[in-house]
């Protein structure tokens, strides 16, 4: 069975740093580019970042650039996404989703496999 699973979330102040993982079972990550994705109350899901297969390619949402860094380790099969100088706009469910693409592509509706959410929230 095809699993994501996220953790690292949690209640953090403003300015401060959280460390997501996203760790896949079931299959390998090694053919897969991964996004995180994020959907705050009453908003539609947005890309926060994504990373292409080798990790050798990544993009960012202009809110987050300069903040937030992907990476992935193959040889666990799990991605991370570290977000610094955290801001209350930033609260909202995480998710990690993957596409059987070598590079990351911009249409939600490609991604095939994602996992259950984390939420971050930041509030003083």
């Known amino acids: 069975q095809l699993q994501f699973v996220e953790s690292g979330g949690g209640l953090v102040q403003p300015g401060g740093s959280l460390r997501l993982s996203c760790a896949a079972s079931?299959?390998?990550?090694?053919?897969?580019?991964i996004g995180w994705f994020r959907q705050a109350p009453g908003k539609e899901r947005e890309g926060v970042s994504c990373?292409?297969?080798?990790?050798?390619?990544?993009n960012y949402a202009d809110s987050v650039k300069g903040r937030f860094t992907i990476s992935r380790d193959n040889a666990k099969n799990t991605v991370y996404l570290q977000m610094n100088s955290l801001k209350p706009e930033d609260t909202a469910i995480y998710y990690c989703?993957?596409?059987?693409?070598?590079?990351?592509?911009?249409?939600?509706?490609?991604?095939?496999?994602w996992g259950q959410g984390t939420q971050v929230t930041v509030s003083s």
């Open positions: 079931g299959f390998t990550l090694d053919y897969y580019a």
């Open positions: 989703a993957a596409v059987e693409q070598a590079m990351c592509v911009p249409w939600i509706a490609w991604y095939d496999y």
């Open positions: 990373i292409s297969s080798t990790g050798g390619s990544t």
